[in-house]
């Protein structure tokens, strides 16, 4: 979320950053102008109010001890307009204050000077790209016809238990899922970040302090009895373990990782796009989060990034990193990357991970702030997350990519999780 304060003093720079999403802001930027400015008269009237009845207070205990009775009732008279005055004051300086908030968290985030203008994601520029395409003397077989063949994942029992989205892993499939999630943990531990187990249910205030709510209320799964969410990912309730928190600056980075299962309702999806591990309501994935130092975030994205690219050369894929344009970022967004594996069989690249800064729009919401030695004002920090890795596509593309004869091989990096070295 935009700070008013920024708002206030750099209008035109947001309308012109939003304007790389494609967005024209100045209506909503003026609108929030001119409430805030009501906004702050109303609050120099109840201090005014509040002060004249504090000294009118003083007043008559000091008439009472005069022996000023006349006066001190008069004075009883004008305290009790002046509540009322007051009261009036603050409720419309409430009222104003909620319609100024209203129409903040409608505002996506300001792109940073570096994303490129675009549409959608045919203007996505490709800043990366690693690993060797899989040769095959003949067609490459789908995954979804591979998990079939050697009955390791079964998407019509899913549908049975569930419905469309919700696989069953099973024998080797569950077990290569399992070793994947051991070894994102694994190799994220290993570049320094600390594992948490949170729950997969978040409440409202999570999901309204990571950006998911009011925006996305309608792809998150809710459980509408106890007003719960089931999470979309690990980043809400992992970012949200710093809600409301001061943290010291030399504690900085934080870097947190963990596994959860991710829960979408992906509205709207349908076609070639969903079948098998493509598109699903449920999934797996490791995600690293870190809360960082504003000068030094972009630099971390890097890092981040840097990551998740050792990651995929690990599992000996054909991978590609984009930069996101404008018209293709998420709303809480400042810069994004997604970084994509090639599908053998599907013939088409799959977005496996993103990588994004979200410079202090999540930190707004979460009052994540961070406090230096020298200046004890507290100060928004910055927040960034990515997927290391996101499994269903990953999986997928594992599977077409090392098909054989005999049948699919496991890339070396992870044999000694799966505790075998092919699917047969």
């Not at 203008?117 to 040769?135: F, H, R, S, W």
């Not at 990571?210 to 309730?237: I, R």
């Amino acid at each position: 979320m935009l700070t008013i304060k920024f708002i206030r003093e750099n209008p035109e720079e947001i309308i012109s950053r939003l304007k790389i999403r494609n967005m024209d802001a100045k209506p909503i930027i003026d609108e929030i102008i001119g409430l805030d400015e009501k906004r702050r008269t109303l609050q120099s009237k109840v201090n005014d109010v509040q002060a004249e009845l504090n000294n009118l207070s003083k007043q008559i205990g000091q008439l009472f001890k005069e022996g000023k009775k006349k006066d001190a009732d008069k004075a009883k008279e004008r305290t009790i307009l002046l509540k009322d005055e007051l009261k009036l004051a603050e409720t419309d300086h409430e009222e104003a204050e909620k319609k100024v908030l209203a129409l903040i968290i409608t505002l996506p985030n300001a792109p940073h000077a570096t994303v490129p203008n675009g549409k959608g994601a045919e203007d996505n520029p490709v800043v990366l790209t690693g690993g060797e395409m899989p040769k095959f003397d003949g067609e490459a077989i789908p995954h979804w016809d591979l998990a079939k063949k050697y009955d390791i994942i079964d998407f019509e029992l899913g549908n049975k238990l569930t419905g469309a989205g919700f696989p069953v892993y099973k024998g080797k499939g569950a077990r290569y899922q399992r070793a994947l999630i051991n070894f994102f943990l694994d190799k994220a531990r290993e570049s320094g970040y600390t594992e948490y187990l949170p729950p997969f249910m978040v409440n409202e205030d999570s999901g309204f302090g990571t950006g998911q709510l009011p925006d996305k209320e309608g792809q998150m799964y809710h459980c509408t009895v106890d007003n719960y969410y089931l999470v979309p990912t690990a980043e809400v309730p992992v970012t949200n373990i710093y809600r409301d928190v001061i943290v010291d600056a030399e504690e900085l980075p934080i870097k947190m990782t963990a596994y959860t299962p991710c829960f979408r309702r992906e509205a709207g999806s349908y076609g070639k796009d969903v079948r098998g591990l493509n598109r699903l309501h449920q999934f797996d994935k490791v995600e690293i989060v870190q809360i960082e130092h504003p000068d030094k975030s972009y630099d971390t994205l890097e890092t981040m990034v840097a990551h998740v690219v050792k990651l995929l050369n690990q599992l000996e894929l054909p991978f590609r990193v984009i930069k996101l344009c404008g018209g293709d970022m998420g709303f809480t967004s400042a810069l994004t990357y997604d970084l994509e594996v090639y599908s053998a069989a599907q013939q088409k690249w799959l977005e496996v991970s993103s990588v994004s800064n979200f410079e202090n729009f999540q930190a707004n919401r979460l009052k994540l702030r961070y406090r230096d030695k020298i200046d004890k004002t507290p100060k928004l920090a910055h927040t960034l997350n990515g997927s290391a890795l996101a499994l269903p596509r990953i999986l997928a593309a594992l599977l077409e990519n090392n098909q054989c004869s005999k049948g699919i091989t496991i890339p070396k990096a992870l044999v000694s999780y799966t505790g075998f070295d092919m699917i047969d």
